[in-house]
């Protein structure tokens, strides 16, 4: 009978222990291995802009290639090349599963050439599943190129009257912005003038070197970028191929802002993808960000449109952005207006110079 009644307690225990313990977790369906897709030349000065893929469907982008401009943040790694990956560090941003092919996904701060590769699920901490954008990393193509030579127009080449352009985007060896971007402040952005040559009243060029990094990485991505005034006009003439890290003269110079800077003044930004109309929508006597409040600040409204043959009068633009400039400072905060509210894209946290 002792015997029996230690078997019986023997069961009991083991019938416990089994009850107690945890279950095993399910192992994550492995990434699938992607298949080979052949980079297409046609591409490159063709991709549609990261904006136009945040509004469509996962399954219709299939074989387009897309522009990340705006840096994407590794939210998990799940293999060497493969991670989940958004605009800012909380899990519920996650954007897209990106395939980074034979390379190992980077620690910082993502942009770059892409293909859409269909949709991807996955389940989340609350048992849901989550549909997202699935991305193949291409390796862009580029043209070969020598060491860029300041841009030269000699019909802008004479002297003009352009001292608002210095006023309000000071080329000063030695000035630092520090930038704190999104409202959760996920990136910080370190600009740097460095290299200036030319002089006032005629073409001037200097180097931005810029470092982005992110609260995982602290080294960051580092890249430069020329800005030259020509004319009335302040315009990058060549800078960092984030992907490849070369240096290289633009084609066409992307401008960033124009004289006259006084309100109501008005410009056009046009490239392969979008149309922008740019005005100054505002002078104000002062502004307050993170770094402090700023006198003498022009507002400018950026009106963002696809470029194609329909009149940007008859149709709404995709984005609409905000840009502050203070006098003797520069670029102090940029704002996004999406559905009557406005984000953060940057804000400027931190401003010193030599003077």
Known sequence: MKRVLITIVLLLCAASVAFAAPKKKKKAPPVEKEPEIVFDESCYGKAIDYTKLMTTNPYDTVGKCYWIGFPLVKQQLLSRSFALVGFASAQQNVFALMNFGDESVPMGPITGLVMGAGAYEYETVSGSVNTVHKLVRMKEYLKETKEPKPAQNKSDATTVDNKDLE???????????????????????????????????????????????SKNDTDGMKTRAKYEIIGKKLVITAGTNPLTGEYRAFDDPSLVIQSPLIKGATWEEINDKFKTIVKIVNVLPSYKVTAGEYTDVIKIEKKQYTNDKKPSKTKKPINIFYEYYAANVGLIKQEMLKDKKTSRVRELIEFSSKE
């Open 167 to 213: 006023k309000y985007y000071p080329l000063a060896e030695g000035r630092s912005s520090t930038y704190c971007m999104f409202d959760d402040c996920s990136l910080k952005e370190v600009d740097t003038i460095t290299n200036c040559n030319g002089s006032e009243g005629g073409n001037k060029g200097c180097i931005k070197q810029s470092i982005l990094s």
